[in-house]
């Protein structure tokens, strides 16, 4: 059985070590949840900063020998001894963080903790909800001049805005021996964490709603930005404009519309050109809607102009290429 | 004034020379100089948006290759040019300035786009009685109307709906009817002008004059059945002719 000081010592030497082994799983698993969820922005997926923790070496040494773990080899069996946390809206975007935990390649990932796997296996408790994986490193290396040695734990935890909050309220509490977890106590928290539950439930109902509601829309946008690259030969640039005039102008963009727009611009090749030269003095001709706003007036001069959230002077240069009038 | 002016144009970039007619206009300018505004007139600008285009003239090469002056159209837009003017003010520019004459095919260009109208009109998902009235405008246009051209633009804004007014334009694209300016010309068209027909199935036919129809002197009526005294939704018609019978045969 290690002592407290031999504990001690091989904490201050390996400190260090596990700050940056923190620091690596936390670039590697942004970088992959980031590519995997653009276009939305990291920092709206993740509802919380990603921050890797270190364990306190004071309450370390108490978690180790004075609370009643009775642990045979406590600095191996400590697996939080650097943690982060993953906070994300709904439920589905929790086991969109998981796949990629577990895809990783630099670790193994082991699941410690799975909330769906608690409510399976005790239907009638409502406890505290998370998704925890302790990462292990697979082989010695180096990371921002730090020495990582293979297998060594760090915690993830994953989990939604709501169970956070159940977690923010009770976590440090109810579960410490100075509190008294009263039969009062503990039904109001249980309570809570059935309401959380159940609307967690239907945030994810919205939430899937809406992404359904939004997936035509998404594919015209890929679409476009794609037309518009080559067809411009410039990257074209997202954001609430384009997101704007691609939802007033979508409605002329027809069942075939791929192959129409493909058919519609082979034959003025010359617009390429005038949406390259005004770009960049232009926003407007920066976003990849107006392919489809030229789309839009070129076959439909008049539908285009009405409640268009262009003015005419916006407007007057793209029929002007098209050589169609604006007004009568 | 007059402007001469050239560029390309179009997809292919056929070059054109063109000459407008402008008039002159002063007006003023406002400039923020620091603290202060300076207002300056300006006299003798012209292209302002306020200033109305008298006389534009275009000469598009759109085939280098082919024999003068074949490869060659000439555009000609001057608001003189009504059925009172035509011989005199407007002349000199469209014939002794820039050497053109009127297309000698209108006979030929009003009467397919008399009947290309017809055969859109016929083919739209526009309400019967919608039909009837652009068809009645129609004849109206074309038979009535004084100016010695027209475009499938202008009577497409003054009788049909907005979102048919995109269909009919592409309609007539994809038939290739030209967008310009028309030469009025009725002469090809003499014995559908004078009347209209109406079938009803194989049993009745019957036979009126666009100005009959248009001053309201025969009104032709649809509706279901019962609108007539008649069982169900079958769709009836109800014609109505303000005058006896004066001839059977």
Known sequence: ?328 | MLIVFDGTVGAHDAPFLGVIKAEMQSGFQRQDDGGSTITQLLKDIFLTKATRLYKVGMMVQESVSAKRPDGWTALVFDNNITQSHREAAAQYFFEGFLGCAFRGDGAYETARFFDLTREFVARSNLPTEEKRDVNDALYTYIKTEKSPTFTADEFAEKYLPKPTQDLFRNFLEAKHFPRRGIVRDTSRLGAKLRRRRFKFGSAAEFFASPEALSQRKVEIETGPAQKFGGDGDEIWTRIVVHQSVTEER
């Open chain 1, 1 to 328: 059985m290690i002592t407290e000081d031999e504990f001690l010592e091989r904490w201050r030497r390996e400190e260090q070590s596990y700050a940056a082994w923190g620091r690596y799983v936390a670039h590697e698993l942004r970088s992959a949840i980031a590519s995997r969820v653009s276009p939305t922005k990291l920092e709206m997926f993740l509802k919380i900063p990603v921050q890797p923790r270190v364990k306190n070496t004071e309450s370390l040494l108490q978690k180790a020998f004075h609370r009643k773990k009775d642990y045979p080899n406590p600095y191996e069996q400590i697996e939080d001894k650097v943690g982060l946390r993953f906070v994300v809206l709904v439920e589905d975007d929790v086991r969109t963080i998981e796949e990629e935990v577990e895809s990783g390649t630099g670790w193994t990932a082991q699941k410690a903790k799975d909330f769906e796997e608690d409510r399976e296996q005790r239907p009638y408790e409502f406890d505290y909800q998370s998704l925890h994986y302790v990462l292990r490193s697979k082989d010695e290396f180096t990371f921002e001049g730090e020495r990582i040695l293979a297998d060594m734990p760090c915690e993830v935890q994953v989990r939604t805005l709501l169970q956070h909050a159940y977690s923010e309220l009770t976590h440090d509490t109810i579960y410490k021996p100075s509190v008294t977890a009263t039969p009062a106590l503990k039904r109001a928290a249980a309570k809570s964490m059935a309401l959380i539950e159940a609307t967690d439930g239907f945030f994810t109902e919205v939430s899937r709603t809406i992404g359904g509601m939004l997936a035509p829309d998404r594919a015209l946008t890929g679409f476009l930005a794609e037309r518009y690259s080559q067809f411009v030969g410039l990257e074209g640039v997202g954001g609430p404009l384009n997101k704007l005039l691609i939802d007033h102008y979508k409605h002329f963009a027809g069942d075939h519309f791929s192959r129409e727009l493909e058919m519609w611009l082979s034959h003025k090749p010359f617009l390429g050109r005038l949406i390259h030269g005004r770009a960049s003095s232009n926003s407007l001709y920066r976003v990849p809607a107006i392919l489809l706003i030229y789309y839009a007036v070129g076959n439909n001069p008049k539908m285009a102009l009405q409640d268009s959230p262009l003015s005419d002077e916006e407007l007057e240069p793209i029929y002007s290429d098209l050589g169609e009038a604006i007004h009568g």
